[in-house]
Structure formats: C-alpha cells, structure tokens
C-alpha cells in the first residue's frame, strides 16, 4: 500500500470516529479545539487537523495515540486498519481507571496554572467525589 493510500485510509478512519464521538469532522478548528483540550503537548492547529482530514499528512505517534484515546478506538486500527490484539485488549481491561495518561499529564499541567484559591477548590471537589464513591 502506498503513503498516499495509507493516508486516504487514515483520513477515512479518522472521520468515521470523530462521527461516532459526534463531532463533525468538515470543522478543523472544532476537531483542534476538542484535541488540544486532551493532548498535554502543545497544540495542533486547524491547519494541521485539516491536514490530516483531506489525507494531507498523518499525525505523529504520539498525536495519534492521543487521538485514538478521545475517540476510543485502538491506535493500529486508527494508523492502520488493524484489529486489536488479545493482548492489548487484556491490557485494556487489566487498567484500573478509564483515564489515560496523557489526560492525567494535561490535569496536571493545567493545575499547576490554577491560583491557590482555585487548587484548594479542586482538591475539596475531588474528596466529595471520592465519598461519593466511597473510595475515600
């Protein structure tokens, strides 16, 4: 299969999930907006986003795995079409929390912007939470 083929099949999947998530895959600049709220990287642009809508370019391994999470399908199906192996399924399964880590990393870094004020905030809502849970 060639680069371009590859691209245009990405470009296929791609939109096929950001339908399946409900956002509109015609608006790069949504698509950028709803990816950069959950990549702790820096940012994409439209420019980019549309880039890999019209199979332009394909994103980096790590913007792709981020990708795959938000819109919770596998990161080989998503670069290349390929089912999940039953080991990576098992791994899935085995994890504790449905939060990945690049979204803890993103919490985290967008924590530390928060004023003193707003941190103490945070950290009551997450105990209320946890007793809510009863995981305190």
């Known amino acids: 299969m060639s680069l371009a083929d590859e691209k245009t099949a990405f470009t296929r999947r791609l939109k096929e999930s950001l339908r399946k998530t409900k956002v509109d895959p015609r608006s790069s600049t949504r698509v950028a907006r709803e990816f950069n709220l959950r990549y702790p990287g820096d940012p994409v642009t439209a420019q980019a986003v549309r880039k890999w809508l019209t199979a332009e370019s394909l994103p980096s391994q790590d913007k792709l795995r981020a990708l795959a999470m938000w819109l919770q399908v596998p990161a080989p199906w998503l670069r290349y079409g390929e089912p999940e192996r039953r080991e990576d399924r098992a791994h899935s399964a085995r994890q504790e929390s449905p939060v990945y880590k690049s979204e803890i990393a993103w919490v985290a870094k ?17 105990h209320a939470l946890l007793r809510l849970e009863g995981k305190q």
């Not at 967008?110 to 997450?126: A, C, G, I, N, P």
Request: net charge negative; glycine share 0%.
């Open 110 to 126: 967008k924590f530390d912007l928060l004023d003193e004020q707003h941190k103490r905030m945070v950290v009551e809502m997450v």
